[in-house]
């Protein structure tokens, strides 16, 4: 009985763990805002209508592709594990609706899985 007891009590206590791992999970986002040629955002703060050309042509080419939100957070924008510049090249500048799940490490923020919402 005390074994059966104590075997309960270990699987009681592991099944409290699963919450836990439950909030480690990404939660999906919605993030509205401009979409930035990356390299010239940080390099010169290239944004907007002014720079939309410059960054289109930076996006087509590879160049790392982002978005500001409008509360001013900046996010690098990727799809399933590919890059999104062929899908986002044409809105440079432009303020669009993506979808994806936030991932953060040591200050970088990325929109993963990112789809636009039309």
Request: charged share 25%; with cysteine; net charge neutral.
């Amino acid at each position: 009985m005390k074994k059966l007891t104590t075997l309960l009590g270990i699987a009681a206590l592991g099944m409290l763990g699963f919450p836990a791992l439950a909030a480690d999970e990404k939660s999906e986002t919605t993030v509205k805002g401009e979409i930035l040629d990356l390299t010239c955002y940080a390099d010169h703060g290239g944004s907007g209508e002014k720079h939309a050309g410059c960054a289109e042509k930076c996006i087509s080419m590879g160049l790392p592709v982002g978005i500001k939100g409008e509360d001013g957070k900046v996010y690098t924008v990727v799809g399933a594990h590919k890059p999104m510049n062929k899908e986002l090249a044409q809105y440079a500048g432009k303020t669009v609706t993506l979808k994806g799940k936030v991932a953060e490490k040591d200050g970088v923020s990325l929109l993963e899985n990112a789809e636009i919402v039309k």
